[in-house]
């Protein structure tokens, strides 16, 4: 008989064996729970990693598409009266050497501040940014935003304030809104606090709820006036070509900024949780591997018992003249069928889950009567998937490693199985 490998007759013999009947001496029913078992496992895997990709995907872009990749600013320095000042006196300057590194793709001044928003008998702490009409146009979570109200260019006549902070004061385009700092003018009587009223003229919603939540876009000159901060700025907004790797723009923009700049990147401010994350998709990917071996190890104990109730089979076709390496392809091509059918099963429901993912969490959320996804936990507004060739892959190859793997042993057995044993009592 050929002992050419994986020859016709032993995909034929496997291929019986596989479509045997338990009165025949088969284990379809064993083969069934293989199969769903690694299905449901490279399921839950691809599924559990699209989701993660997509958190971090989403994640990272809204922190690069509304915030600073870099923000530099200045250490203190003693003024004349006696007192502390970090402002930026010369920002036109410091942002013209800033813009002129290679990499960075625009530095904008800024004036920041913490203030008390009101409209009627609502209130809300919000951090006002002091920005340009042009600069403001560089921000693409608030220029293209998830969604819009109002008109962006009418900016240099009012504020744009974040869909958070217009549903907390109930404010539509059109309305007033009251800014109070405590820190204004100065009188004989003690500090007194500013308060102004400025129209509400675009609403975003940048796709971060501690950003929509929390901020207002005001023009620049009139964030000076606001906040006392005639002829400076609080701080350089810088954008980088790659923000991945804003760290090596660290030096040249040290040096660009002046002997007393100092700067904070998007990975200082984000890096602990950024951190977290990789942790978590490390333990997930190692517990989720651990259930695709669980469901592989069902694999041996169908074969096991294809095995033993394929023994007086196994010694007739041996006396025939079958190898030992045919009998293990017969019985490993068993096993691997099984592998590769729930594995091809398992990466189709995944990547539809992926893709569908929206409809799938409405579903779900409708059945739960809402409030599964609470954004001032999570930070984003939705659970997003993002489907990567890499991440499947990853999930084929581990099964497939997997299921042949466990497939050999029982293979081996049989392959080994004594003729004469096998069929002295049949």
């Known amino acids: ?17 596989l479509r045997a009947k338990r009165s025949e001496g ?15 496992a490279v399921f839950a895997l691809i599924a559990t990693l699209a989701v993660r990709a997509g958190f971090r995907a989403e994640f990272v872009d809204t922190i690069l598409g509304a915030n600073a990749h870099v923000t530099v600013y200045q250490t203190s320095e003693i003024q004349a009266n ?4 970090r402002v930026i006196e010369d920002f036109d300057a410091m942002a013209a050497r800033l813009r002129e590194v290679e990499g960075v793709t625009r530095a904008a001044p800024l004036i920041k501040g913490n203030v008390m928003a009101n409209n009627a008998d ?24 998830d969604d819009a109200l109002g008109d962006i260019s009418l900016f240099d006549q009012g504020v744009a304030i974040g869909s958070g902070v217009a549903r907390e004061l109930g404010l539509i385009p059109g309305d007033r809104i009251k800014i109070i700092s405590p820190n204004g003018a100065r009188t004989p009587f003690g500090t007194k606090p ?14 971060r709820y501690d950003i929509d939540q929390t901020r207002i876009y005001m023009p620049f000159a009139q964030a000076q006036s606001f906040f006392n901060r005639e002829g400076a700025a609080d701080e350089i907004e810088v954008m980088v070509r790659n923000p991945d790797r804003v760290d090596d723009l660290t030096v040249p923009l040290l040096r660009a900024g002046g002997d007393r700049a100092l700067v904070w990147t998007w990975k200082d401010a984000s890096g602990a949780f950024l951190r977290a994350l990789d942790i978590e998709d490390n333990v997930m990917f190692i517990i989720l591997s651990i259930l695709v071996l669980i469901a592989a190890m069902n694999i041996v104990s169908g074969l096991i018992m ?13 006396t025939m003249g079958l190898t030992e390496g045919s009998v293990l392809r ?39 009567g809402g409030g599964v996804w609470d954004p001032s936990i999570r930070g984003i507004y939705q659970l997003p998937a993002k489907l990567q060739l890499a991440d499947v892959l990853s999930a084929v190859g581990l099964s497939l490693i997997l299921s042949f793997t466990v497939t050999i042993f029982p293979a081996r057995k049989a392959a080994r199985m004594n003729p004469v044993e096998a069929l002295r009592y049949e």
């Not at 006696?82 to 000042?85: L, M, P, V």
């Open 330 to 368: 017969v019985f490993f091509i068993c096993g691997a069928f099984t592998g590769i059918i729930g594995t091809a099963l398992g990466v189709v429901l995944g990547c539809l889950f992926a893709l569908y993912i929206d409809p799938i969490f409405s579903l779900v959320n409708t059945v739960a």
């Open 194 to 207: 500013r308060v102004m009223a400025y129209e509400v003229v675009y609403i975003f919603t940048a796709g």
């Open 122 to 145: 609502r209130n809300a702490g919000v951090q006002v940014y002091g920005i340009t009409y042009d600069d403001l146009l560089g921000i693409p979570r608030v220029v293209a935003p």
């Open 306 to 318: 294809l095995v033993k109730n394929k023994g007086r089979d196994i010694g007739i076709l041996r």
């Open 82 to 85: 006696g007192g502390a000042s």
């Open 1 to 17: 008989m050929s002992n050419k490998p994986f020859a016709p007759f032993e995909w034929m013999i496997a291929w019986r064996y």
């Open 26 to 40: 088969g284990v379809s029913t064993m083969t069934w729970i293989s199969l769903i078992g690694i299905t449901l």
